[in-house]
Every structure is written in C-alpha cells, then in structure tokens.
C-alpha cells in the first residue's frame, strides 16, 4: 500500500506525546525536534500507523526486526497462543519445554547445517547480551583476555559490548571504565597483529550500523586463519545480518567462513526482545556444568513467549517460500537502487535486503523530509551519511519503487 499524501508530519497527537514523554523519560533516548517523532500505533506488513492515523511504508524493518512483516499473522497467533498459558518461566531455574527446542532449533540452523553435528547455546534478552555471552565464552575457553575489534564497528552498548563498538560517540563517556583490553583494527584489514594475548576476534560479517560495509573477499576467511593459528575464537555478531537480512541464512554463508561463535537476535523473534549466543559445542562446554548457580543468566532468559515466537518465526524462515521471497525483493531492491544515479550518491553498496547508500551529506535532513512523505528509514555509517534500506522481505514491488522515487525526490534537482 502507498501512503496517502500527508499534510503535517508529525500530527497534533504525536506532538501532545512527545511533549508528555519528554516530561518524564530521560532526554536522552528520544530525538524529538519539530519533525520528529511521530508515535507508532499499529502496524502490519510494510506499513505502520501512527497516532494520528498517518500511514507509513517502513524501509528500517524496525531496526531489522521485521523482515517477516510486521505483526506477521502465524508468529502473532504462536503469541497468543503461549500468553494464554504461561507468561513467564524461570529461565534457568525451572525452564519451558520451549526452551530447549529452540536451543535444538537454532543448534541444527547453525553447527548442525554447517556439518559440525550441533551448536550449544545461551539465550539472552538483547542483542548486546548475546555479545557479551560470546566475549565471556571466549574468555573462559582461550584464557586470554584480548579482544579484536574493528573500525565502526557496533555490537551494542552494555559495558561488555562497548569492547567490541567503536563508534566514539557511544564509547566516548564511558572510555575510563572499560578495561583496555581491546586491540582495534581497520574493518577490512589483512594487517593482522602477532599476539598471543588475543583470545576473542569479534566482527560483523556486514557492517551494519556502521554504514552496510560489507567484508572485502577473503578477510573473514583470514581472521578464521588468524584465530586457528593463535588459539583465538571467532565470533560472528549477525544480530544486524542474521535470517536472511543480507540474502543468505546468515552473512557469513557468502564467504563459507563457519565462526566458532555466532550472535544472533533481531529478527529472531520478529518483536519479542530475544537473542542468543550458539558456539560449537565444544566451545561452549568451557562453561562450568552449573552447580547450582549458572555464572551467566537473567530473570527472562528463555522467556516462553519469546521462545515461542523465535520458534514460530523461525520455522516460517526455514520455508523454501521464504527465500524465494527474499530473493525477488532482494533483486526488485538492488535493481532499483541501481537506477539511483544522483549527484549526491558517492556510493551503493550491500546485499539482500541491506543495502546503503552513501551521500556526500548527513542524511539526517532527508529522514524528516521523507518521513513527511510517508516514509520510514533511517541513516547509518559513522557520519551519519548513509541512507539505509532495510525494508521487510514482504515489501511489494510498487511500495519499493515509490520509496526510491521519493528519495530521488529528497535528493533534490
Ligand atoms: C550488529 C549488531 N550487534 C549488536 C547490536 C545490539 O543489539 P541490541 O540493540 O538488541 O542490544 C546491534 C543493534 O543494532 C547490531 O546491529
């Protein structure tokens, strides 16, 4: 559907709920100024309502989570159905039957299809959390402390992530408190350091934060060697890349690189907050058997609607149809971004449904002007001056199209 010509963006709803959640949540979390935010109500497919009643077409998939399509119509019902019975388990404690069917579920997605029989897992909450499990993991089964870390990258921003992330803004205040244990280099560099010390090397197998920069050929491949040869673990964060998001299962399959370590969430559950860690399971048994009291775990880990959704989404991500789907949106959106031929374009780069177009300018400006127009997106890479296209794999070929012309439009003559 294509959003209906809009008058005032954002409406006099919104703007009564920004000034009421400005009253009262930390000025920092929501960016509020005279064209945004608008309050989302609803949504569905490609499509987003706002309080005002105002229809949008989404091209950020809610930060990637929504590549099935918003409140996608068999994960809702798996919801429901799992909310009428149990709310709430106790994670490691007394877990869900659920639990371990998606530890099995995401095992034979990962280790298992990759030909290393099974993967081990630690679910999580947050993307970040996920990360921070891979961290802690390579730390108990290398003994070394190093990190290797890259250039823009973002893994999130607990105080463990923050290792990993680059971008100085989020690390900036907290720099003093974090332990210097990180080695950082250039994303994309073969220039690998000799260090023993090194126990984790922690990547993205595409950039996706930092401006969908996609790995040149061979370096996931020379970071596996780098680790096989120094004792190190890799550990593949696909939070952003994961579940078809660059076109394949995960990205790393572009490169046959099988990490020691994967993260994954997002999309995992389609909107419930669920992620997880899945290592070899050789990997993984450096954990202590727990005695009693698992050294990492939290209140919602495993939490059954969340498991229950993540299963339920990912047995619609498994089907053929799906890929197929992905597939022909993957090549509607690539052939249409390649007819975006404007001045400020410096660069088009991606894969699959991630895709980045690198301007000359901040691409904060055209958010507001296209969000006028009904449109969703969002602006990646350290200065802010990539327009990312992250839509959900459902998008129609005409709600595609329409985006691209309306962004040709913002561009300017
Ligand atoms: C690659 C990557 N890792 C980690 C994260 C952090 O995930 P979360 O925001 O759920 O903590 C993100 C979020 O954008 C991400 O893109």
């Not at 069917?101 to 970040?128: P, Q």
Request: one cysteine or more; proline letters at 5%.
């Amino acid at each position: 559907m294509i959003p209906d010509l809009k008058t005032a963006i954002p409406g006099p709803r919104s703007r009564e709920l920004a000034a009421r959640l400005r009253e009262h949540e930390s000025q920092n979390v929501t960016y509020q100024d005279e064209s945004w935010p608008v309050f989302w109500e609803e949504a569905e497919g490609a499509n987003v309502w706002d309080a005002d009643g105002n229809r949008f077409l989404d091209f950020t998939s809610a930060f990637g989570v929504a590549g099935l399509g918003h409140r996608n119509a068999e994960v809702v019902q798996a919801m429901r159905a799992q909310s009428e019975r149990l709310l709430h388990g106790m994670g490691d404690v007394h877990p869900t039957a659920l639990k371990g069917e998606l530890c099995a579920r995401l095992s034979a997605m990962t280790y298992g299809r990759w030909g290393y029989g099974k993967g081990k897992v630690v679910l999580s909450n947050s993307g970040f959390e996920a990360v921070e499990t891979a961290l802690k993991t390579a730390r108990l089964a290398t003994g070394k402390a190093g990190v290797i870390a890259f250039s823009h990258a973002y893994h999130g921003l607990g105080y463990g992530a923050l290792l990993g992330t680059d971008l100085p803004k989020f690390r900036g205040p907290f720099g003093d408190q974090l332990a210097e244990v990180t080695t950082r280099l250039p994303f994309g560099s073969f220039d690998l350091p000799d260090d023993e010390t090194i126990g984790a090397v922690l990547v993205e197998p595409i950039q996706g934060r930092g401006g969908k920069v996609i790995a040149p050929p061979g370096f996931l491949a020379a970071l596996r060697e780098w680790c096989d040869e120094r004792g190190a673990l890799l550990i593949f964060d696909e939070i952003y890349t994961g579940f078809y998001r660059s076109g394949k299962c995960f990205a790393c399959e572009w490169d046959e690189v099988v990490p020691d370590l994967i993260c994954v969430g997002k999309a995992l559950s389609g909107g419930f907050p669920i992620s997880a860690c899945v290592g070899k399971a050789e990997v993984m048994d450096a954990w202590p058997e727990s005695g009693g009291e698992a050294l990492h775990t939290s209140t919602f880990l495993g939490h059954p609607v969340g498991c229950a959704m993540a299963l339920k989404s990912l047995e619609i991500l498994e089907r053929p149809a799906t890929l197929a789907m992905v597939q022909r949106a993957s090549g509607l959106l690539e052939e249409a971004l390649k007819k975006l031929t404007h001045d400020e374009v410096v660069e088009l780069r991606g894969r699959g449904m991630m895709w980045g177009v690198e301007l000359r300018r901040n691409a904060g400006p055209l958010l507001a002007d296209l969000l006028a127009r009904g449109l969703l997106f969002l602006a990646d890479g350290p200065e802010g001056n990539v327009l990312s296209f992250t839509p959900p794999f459902v998008i129609s070929e005409e709600e595609l199209n329409f985006g691209i012309a309306a962004v040709e439009e913002v561009l300017g003559p």
